[in-house]
């Protein structure tokens, strides 16, 4: 997988990532440690995947990094449903779009 190609995806994951990192934050503080612990690790999941991705030689490994990375999305925004469900923290739109957003463009480097 070449930086180039991926660089926009990479970008996006940071993104997306500083602002679970924020929700992450504002769990901890209100003392709901487990979740933010659980919200983080997948936010933090994605990254890690995305670069394997990126460094990986084999397609093959190519492809099952970017599962993964798709499925830490996927996870990240189940764990903020469930935060909103529980009155954790309010419902953000936005984090919400960027998310399905990432999820959508892990997918489509999966076909490329």
């Not at 929700?23 to 487990?34: D, G, T, V």
């Not at 936005?94 to 463009?105: A, C, P, Q």
Request: aromatic share 8%; with cysteine.
């Amino acid at each position: 997988m070449k930086t180039q190609d991926t660089y926009p995806l990479l970008k996006e994951s940071l993104e997306f990532t500083a602002d679970v990192i924020k929700y992450s934050e504002i769990l901890e503080r209100e003392h709901k440690k487990p979740i933010a612990l659980r919200l983080l690790q997948s936010g933090m999941n994605i990254n890690s995947y995305l670069f394997q991705a990126q460094t990986a030689l084999r397609l093959d490994d190519v492809k099952t990094k970017l599962e993964k990375a798709k499925l830490s999305t996927e996870e990240v925004l189940y764990w903020l449903r469930q935060c909103v469900k529980s009155n954790y923290i309010s419902e953000d739109s936005r984090i919400f779009r960027m998310g399905t957003r990432l999820s959508d463009s892990i997918s489509t480097k999966m076909v490329d």
